[in-house]
């Protein structure tokens, strides 16, 4: 990561991450402190600004506020200073969480949940900027917090839109009785709204495996292949985050998991603009709490992804954008030595696997089994660490032989894995090897491996 400022605490910190291979470089995040969800990206006049949920310490007592990065082309982002700060005695007091971002008139538009410690509820809160989305002037609460006889018992995150019938509000909730629900409101103006009921509803179940929880947060409503498809995220008092679960409003009602691996989590989508509508997700980390306060820093924001429907079932990959990250041509893959930003390609599918050797006892397998029909990212041996997760991912039907995309796609960043197939399926995982690069590549004939740009982000400013 560039830096481009001096005289900042933060920033000065980042010098002692310089030696840190685990740090991603071309993955928006921060030089220290803490990211989680992505918030409201958005394309004003041609440039992508993108807000998170940001910590300037990965202290969980600092209230939360909205970090901003902005990009021409979807893969070399700015980090600015924090957008949104919580008001001290104000509605979002406790911290400035998740919501997303629409442009009315010349002006855009937050829409967040603002938390206050003793309230039971998120509210609903608006906040306006006339700085082209670089700042945000004080927020205002527009949708009252639902009574105590209705029932609910988590209420937050509201995501924004417009159609030819006026602007719409999707609201997560959970109920008592383990309903998960997505609530829905109307508006004329976008600043008086009213309750129109349920958009989703589900009671508590498990559904090919996916526990749909009782409870959906960061809802999204992103429009692909002309139809309107719910991204929620499943949660519940006693575990926390579960799966983030897509599922069209319209026709057969398919439940899919927008990611197979055990680190994306609140997906984030900006409807339109410029590169069509794009998906971005929050990494999280795979390793001990100890260990990330030591190093400093937490999570990551993904790469934008490009959806489609599949037999109604969301499918996704890198979005085309990407491809300005390869420096230079491809490879051949196997016997490649490596840094810790590559991307790797398995054309075809073949039964074999790709290994990311870190060290000689240190490796990253993704294993295909046409037998099966499945992809492993294995992780069993990625770390001699035992703070690090080893936990592995399986996709099954990973292969569209029809598809044009390449049959396995790698992107490595560091710690950050994100892993694509031909199906359109994703996983996006955490890998801590102790060796540094560089690194080697062992994979099937025919495997390509392209170096990535190792600086897509640069920071003009983060207090």
């Known amino acids: ?6 005289g900042h605490p933060e920033l000065r910190d980042a010098d002692t991450t310089a030696a840190d291979h685990h740090l991603p470089q071309f993955h928006v995040r921060l030089p220290r402190g803490y990211v989680n969800d992505p918030n409201g990206p958005i394309d004003i006049d041609g440039q992508a600004h993108l807000y998170f949920q940001s910590r300037p ?12 990065a902005t990009s021409d082309d979807l893969v070399h982002w700015t980090l600015h200073r924090p957008a949104i700060v919580p008001v001290p005695g104000g509605s979002d007091s406790g911290g400035a969480w998740s919501g997303n971002t629409v442009l009315h008139e010349g002006t855009v538009r937050a829409y967040y949940s603002g938390k206050v410690d003793d309230s039971p509820f998120q509210s609903v809160l ?14 205002v609460q527009v949708v009252a917090d639902p009574s105590a006889d209705e029932g609910i018992t988590m209420f937050r995150d509201p995501f924004v839109w417009q159609d030819e019938n006026g602007w719409s509000m999707a609201v997560g909730a959970a109920s008592a ?8 409101y109307r508006s004329a103006d976008g600043i ?18 996916i526990d749909t929880g009782e409870g959906w947060e960061c809802p999204q409503i992103l429009p692909v292949d002309g139809t309107e498809v719910a991204i929620v995220a499943s949660w519940s008092h006693a575990a926390g985050p579960g799966d983030v679960i897509a599922m069209p409003l319209a026709g057969p009602r398919h439940l899919d998991r927008v990611d197979e691996g055990q680190h994306f989590y609140a997906a984030s989508v900006m409807r339109t603009g410029s590169w069509g509508a794009v998906l971005f997700g929050w990494i999280t980390e795979g390793r001990t709490d100890e260990w990330t306060e030591q190093v400093g820093w937490s999570g990551a924001i993904s790469v934008p992804r490009r959806t489609w429907l599949e037999d109604g079932r969301l499918r996704s990959e890198p979005h085309p954008a990407l491809e300005s990250l390869r420096a230079g041509g491809p490879q051949p893959g196997h016997g490649a030595t490596i840094g810790a930003q590559v991307e ?4 075809v599918p073949v039964t074999g696997s790709v290994l990311v050797r870190f060290s000689e006892t240190e490796y990253l397998a993704i294993r295909v089994d046409l037998d099966t029909d499945t992809l492993t990212v294995d992780r069993a041996q990625a770390s001699r660490d035992d703070r690090a997760d080893p936990t592995p991912a399986v996709v099954r039907a990973p292969f569209d032989r029809s598809a044009e995309r390449p049959a396995v796609r790698v992107l490595l960043d560091g710690s950050v894995v994100e892993v694509f197939t031909s199906a359109g399926h994703a996983v996006t995982t955490r890998v801590y090897p102790e060796q540094a690069p560089p690194w080697t590549v062992e994979a099937p004939a025919g495997a390509l491996v392209w170096e990535l740009a190792s600086a897509a982000v640069t920071v003009v400013g983060t207090r």
């Open 1 to 6: 990561m560039t830096d481009t400022v001096t």
């Open 57 to 68: 310490r990965v202290d969980l007592d600092v209230p939360v506020e909205w970090g901003h």
């Open 126 to 139: 608006l906040a306006e900027s006339t700085d082209g989305g670089n700042t945000f002037g004080p927020p």
């Open 177 to 184: 009785d383990q309903t998960a629900s997505v609530r829905q």
């Open 192 to 209: 008086t709204w009213t309750s129109v009921g349920d958009l989703l509803a589900m009671p508590r179940t498990t559904v090919d495996g």
């Open 344 to 347: 790797i390609v398995l054309p």
